[in-house]
C-alpha cells in the first residue's frame, strides 16, 4: 500500500532548529511536497524535491532521499510565526497526492 | 488514520461540458469538506467550504454558480464544475476535517487533475 509516516507534533524553542522527517512509500514516485498550514488557512506551498539532495530556501531546507524513501524539511532561526502544521505529500505514478497527516509544530519563546 | 478518497484521479473532458468530483470519507464523518485548487508548485488556493446539510461557503472570486458543491451526506461532497473551460484545467484537492479530531485537523485526499480541451 501507499503511505506517508510523519511526527504527530514537535515542540522547539524560538531562534533554535527543527528538522521534521517524513517517510513515504508509494507506488513510483514524481516527487515530495513540504506545505505549511497555519490553523484556518489554506496549506502554503514551502518546497518540491524530486531529485536526492538538499534545496535550501532561505531559513527552510527540504532534503529528499529516493533510495531511502526518505525526507526532512529543516527550518532555522525559527520565530513564533512558524508554529503551524507542516504537511509532507508524495506524488506517485499517476500523479496522485499521498497525503502525511501533517507535524504540528509548537514553538515555545 | 482517517481516509479521504476522491473520484475519478483523471478526467478529460470537452469544452462546454459539465464534470463531476467526488470526494469521500472512508472512515470517518465529515462535517466539513474543503475545496481547494492547485496551480504546479504553488500553494493550494481555497474555493469553498461546506458543511453537511447546508450550503456551502464561496472564496472571493469563486464563481458558485460555476463550482457547484453538494455536501449531501457526512462522507460525501461533489464538486461539479459546470460549462468547463480550458482554463478550469487544474487539479482539484478535497479536504475533510473529523469532528472527533483536533479542530484544525484536515485529511487531504488525492486529488483530481482535470483537463478541458
Known amino acids: 500500500g501507499q503511505n506517508i509516516d510523519q511526527p504527530t507534533e514537535m515542540t522547539a524553542t524560538e531562534g533554535a532548529i527543527v528538522q521534521i522527517n517524513c517517510t513515504y512509500q508509494?507506488?513510483?514516485?514524481?516527487?515530495l511536497f513540504w506545505y505549511q498550514q497555519h490553523a484556518g488557512e489554506a496549506p502554503t506551498f514551502l518546497s518540491y524535491n524530486v531529485l536526492d539532495g538538499l534545496e535550501e530556501k532561505g531559513r527552510f531546507s527540504s532534503f529528499l532521499s529516493r533510495s531511502k524513501g526518505y525526507s526532512y524539511l529543516l527550518l532555522k532561526e525559527l520565530q513564533m510565526k512558524d508554529s503551524a502544521s507542516y504537511l509532507c505529500?508524495?506524488?506517485?505514478?499517476?500523479?496522485?497526492?499521498?497525503w502525511g497527516a501533517g507535524t504540528k509544530l509548537i514553538i515555545k519563546p | 488514520g482517517a481516509v479521504v478518497s476522491q473520484h475519478p484521479s483523471w478526467v478529460i473532458c470537452k469544452s462546454g461540458t459539465s464534470v463531476k468530483i467526488e470526494c469521500r470519507s472512508l472512515d470517518f464523518q465529515a462535517t466539513t469538506m474543503f475545496w481547494y485548487r492547485q496551480f504546479p508548485k504553488q500553494s493550494l488556493m481555497l474555493m469553498a467550504t461546506?458543511?453537511?446539510?447546508?450550503?456551502?461557503?464561496?472564496e472571493q472570486g469563486v464563481e458558485k454558480d460555476k463550482f457547484l458543491i453538494n455536501h449531501a451526506s457526512l462522507t460525501l461532497s461533489t464538486l461539479t464544475v459546470t460549462s468547463a473551460h480550458p482554463e478550469d484545467s487544474s487539479f482539484y484537492i478535497c479536504?475533510?476535517?473529523?469532528?472527533?479530531?483536533?479542530?484544525?485537523?484536515?485529511?487531504f485526499g488525492p486529488g483530481t487533475r482535470l483537463t478541458v480541451l
Open positions: 508509494t507506488s513510483g514516485f514524481n516527487g
Open positions: 479536504s475533510a476535517r473529523s469532528p472527533l479530531a483536533d479542530t484544525d485537523t484536515q485529511y
Open positions: 461546506s458543511n453537511e446539510g447546508s450550503k456551502a461557503t464561496y
Open positions: 505529500a508524495a506524488m506517485d505514478s499517476n500523479y496522485q497526492l499521498i
